[in-house]
């Protein structure tokens, strides 16, 4: 009589997917093969888009046991909230996900805490992006009317900060995320840290 564990398959199923038609899945599904995927599923459109075909067949085709592997996570998702929602549903299946970029594998704790970890810095990295390019339009009408250097936003600092401080990017490229200066930066941290320290006493 074989027992429920014999019966769960362990197979590896990669998908692979580009955010437009030109662009090519070559490089995305050689990786895939290579960490040992006998079957991939991979499409070419926005992850933001509801349709996603070979995401659903995928869907249809894993059974418990197997493992989603991906070659990063934005491969999979567009958004905190979209991971959250796919990761549920690959648990409540008994899928687990590997992400090749992030060395993530949810068959462990810590990298079901890593993924958890990942998809906020992920988020957070979109939001500062979105927020630069909103304070860059700010700043260049800024500029049309007094030729003057805005301010640094605080809350744009601190996320800054946040990102720094809890992730291992370097300064120069959490200053090209968040689109602050790198002394500006670093004077915020100092400032930051003397604040808290004061509250320590």
């Known amino acids: 009589m074989k027992t429920i564990a014999s019966t769960i398959s362990r197979h590896r199923i990669g998908y692979a997917r580009v955010s437009s038609i030109g662009q090519n899945l070559d490089s995305q599904i050689d990786a895939l093969q290579h960490a040992g995927c006998g079957k991939i599923f991979s499409e070419k459109m926005t992850a933001s888009r509801m349709d996603r075909p070979a995401w659903n067949q995928f869907l249809e085709y894993v059974r418990p046991g197997d493992t989603l592997v991906v070659t990063e996570l934005s491969r999979m998702t567009r958004s905190l909230l979209d991971l959250l929602e796919s990761s549920k549903i690959l648990e409540e299946r008994q899928i687990n996900l590997v992400s090749l970029r992030e060395n993530i594998d949810t068959s462990t704790?810590?990298?079901?805490?890593?993924?958890?970890?990942?998809?906020?810095?992920h988020q957070m990295e979109r939001e500062l992006r979105a927020e630069r390019a909103?304070?860059?339009?700010?700043?260049?009408?800024?500029?049309?009317?007094?030729?003057?250097?805005?301010?640094?936003?605080?809350a744009k600092?601190?996320?800054?900060?946040?990102?720094?401080?809890?992730?291992?990017?370097?300064?120069?490229e959490v200053c090209e995320i968040a689109g602050v200066g790198r002394r500006t930066l670093f004077a915020h941290i100092a400032a930051k840290r003397k604040e808290l320290a004061k509250l320590e006493i």
């Open 109 to 121: 704790a810590t990298g079901r805490c890593f993924l958890s970890m990942m998809g906020a810095i």
């Open 134 to 154: 909103a304070a860059g339009r700010s700043s260049a009408k800024a500029r049309g009317r007094t030729g003057g250097r805005p301010k640094t936003d605080p």
């Open 157 to 172: 600092l601190e996320n800054a900060r946040i990102l720094y401080e809890n992730s291992d990017k370097t300064a120069a």
